[in-house]
C-alpha cells in the first residue's frame, strides 16, 4: 500500500511562487510514475504535469512554462514548482502515482490560494 502526503499549498498573491511537495510511502517509488493534478470548484479534476520514471516530463499547455515538475527517488519525492501564479490557479492540487502495476494511488490534496 502507498500513501502520498502532499504539502507545501497555501495562499500566495497573483505572480507569487510555490513549491509543493508529495512524499511517498513504500518502495516503489522510483519505479512509479508521478503526477500532479488540480480541480478547482465546480470543476474537473486536471492534469497539471507528470513526470515518468525516466524523468521524462509532461505539462498542462495552461502551465507551460509556468510549472516544473521533478522528483527525487532517494527522498522518495515528487516536486511542483508554480511560478506567476494566477488567481484560476487556484485549485486543490493532488499528488498522482502510477506504478508498473496497474495501480494508482492519490493523496487528500493541498489546497492553492491565489489571491488578485
Known amino acids: 500500500q502507498v500513501q502520498l502526503v502532499e504539502s507545501g499549498g497555501g495562499l500566495v498573491q497573483a505572480g507569487g511562487c510555490l513549491r509543493l511537495s508529495c512524499v511517498a510511502s513504500g518502495s516503489i517509488f522510483s519505479i512509479s510514475a508521478m503526477g500532479w493534478y488540480r480541480q478547482a470548484p465546480g470543476k474537473q479534476r486536471e492534469l497539471v504535469a507528470a513526470i515518468t520514471s525516466g524523468d521524462t516530463t509532461n505539462y498542462a499547455d495552461s502551465m507551460k512554462g509556468r510549472v516544473t515538475i521533478s522528483r527525487n527517488n532517494a527522498k522518495n519525492t515528487v516536486y511542483l514548482q508554480m511560478n506567476s501564479l494566477k488567481p484560476e490557479d487556484t485549485a486543490v492540487y493532488y499528488c498522482?502515482?502510477?506504478?508498473?502495476?496497474?495501480?494508482?494511488?492519490w493523496g487528500k490534496g493541498t489546497l492553492v490560494t491565489v489571491s488578485s
Open positions: 498522482n502515482l502510477r506504478s508498473p502495476y496497474a495501480m494508482e494511488y
